[in-house]
């Protein structure tokens, strides 16, 4: 099984990386030894995105110990929620890798993204005028960690409508390959404030964080 990194982040919170090498059949298989046998839903018909979906929920098996079926509903928003286990959780995909976060009272966000040309191409569209100047210093390293951290505070916030280059906002840091940086999000009258954690790792960007409640 290609866990590509398991990392404890407190004892509230963990979050896993999968490097999705196997068949469908083989993830099937797979989900059917370790009790909770999985099928993919109809609707989805991509090989790709069928491996995706079970990926993650084999992860989740692991990571809720066997106590509670990976089961998976979303809200309105498209936010995803367990049907049966007392967890938040966040979930992100790219390239051959999947990835969920856990935690047991706050809400998650994750992000990983292994296509650094797909981020350039729709730049525009999400950076405010002080990002740009940030991400000149080096695009290649702090676009994705800018669009990473977008991401993510959205998926923590679960709902729809949100202008990223306006409503959510990086402040300036120093890029390294393993970091953390502050993230402003403007509501309609309220600010809220984010430390979120970013890793380079290989060939893809990882992004994460929580609920400052």
Same mark, same amino acid.
């Given at each position: 099984m290609?866990i ?6 407190n004892q509230?919170?963990?979050?896993a990386?999968?490097?999705?090498t196997?068949s469908?059949? /083989?993830?099937?298989?797979?989900s059917?030894? @370790?009790?909770?046998?999985l099928?993919? =839903?109809d609707k &989805?018909?991509? #090989?790709r995105r069928?491996r ?5 929920r084999i992860?989740l098996?692991d990571?809720l ?5 990976? /089961? ?6 498209? @936010? ?5 286990a =007392?967890y938040? &959780?966040?979930? #992100?995909?790219s390239?051959?890798y999947?990835a ?7 809400a998650?966000?994750i ?5 650094f040309?797909k981020i350039d191409r729709v730049?525009h569209?999400?950076?405010s005028?002080?990002?740009?100047? &940030?991400?000149l210093?080096?695009?290649?390293n702090?676009?994705?960690v ?5 991401e993510?505070v959205y ?7 949100v202008?990223?280059?306006?409503e ?8 390294e ?12 009258n ?14 893809f960007?990882?992004v994460y ?5």
């Amino acid at each position: 099984m290609p866990i590509h990194l398991h990392k404890k982040i407190n004892q509230h919170c963990e979050l896993a990386i999968w490097h999705i090498t196997e068949s469908e059949n /083989e993830l099937l298989q797979l989900s059917e030894s @370790k009790g909770y046998p999985l099928s993919v =839903p109809d609707k &989805i018909t991509h #090989s790709r995105r069928k491996r995706e979906w079970l990926s993650v929920r084999i992860m989740l098996m692991d990571m809720l110990e066997g106590k509670f079926p990976p /089961e998976i509903a979303y809200s309105e928003h498209g @936010k995803p929620v367990l049907k049966k286990a =007392p967890y938040h &959780i966040s979930v #992100s995909h790219s390239g051959f890798y999947s990835a969920v976060i856990k935690h047991s009272h706050k809400a998650v966000g994750i992000d990983i993204e292994a296509y650094f040309d797909k981020i350039d191409r729709v730049k525009h569209k999400f950076l405010s005028g002080d990002e740009k100047k &940030i991400s000149l210093r080096h695009e290649q390293n702090y676009l994705p960690v800018i669009w990473g951290a977008k991401e993510t505070v959205y998926k923590i916030e679960g709902r729809k409508g949100v202008i990223f280059k306006e409503e959510i906002l990086c402040e300036d840091f120093e890029y390294e390959e393993k970091g953390k940086l502050k993230v402003k999000h403007i509501k309609q009258n309220d600010i809220c404030y984010y430390c979120l954690f970013y890793e380079h790792l290989q060939e893809f960007m990882l992004v994460y964080g929580m609920d400052t409640n």
